[in-house]
């Protein structure tokens, strides 16, 4: 190597792109401290866009109410017995085990408590299970019992056939929106 080559250090050139970077980034600080407090969770996700942006998007998407497992998490934490007892009735739509069969639905499960989490569908017995998880993590004593009950040929549709309304509303702000715009 040549030891007589000097690299050029021009301090000048490096403080001009110092400033420009600052001077560029000056402009977002007082949005950002001074923003108004809108009490909606901002998402921050890890890595690189787009799949930066796609985590915070499954983020903000968890926080719908009709995300099944976090409302489901969140009844446990109020303790409210009757909440939980009418998530578990209304919320959750009854299915038999076997297609066009509705015998044997007190014993069978059919997708387990996961599967009801991901779909809000369950056979009696599941709505059973599921209702005791929920009441033993919140620390309701509770078990399962089985009972045969005898409906009429008419009483049958209403069970099954019901409309489950859940509303799909992700608490996502609009600076968020903005946010994922830019960066996709």
Known sequence: MNKDIKQSHDPSRRDFFNTVALASLAPFVPLSVVSCGDGLPTFVGTGKAPFKVWEEM???VMTSPDYLP????????????QAMYHFVRDEIILVPNRPKNISGMGREMKWGLEGVMRCGMATPREKAELLNKMYLEAGIQSKVVFETTDFTIEEVPALFLRPVEREFAPKISKKQLRNWKKEM
């Open 58 to 60: 499954i983020q903000a």
């Open 70 to 81: 976090g409302r489901m998490e969140r009844l446990i934490a109020s303790k409210d017995l």
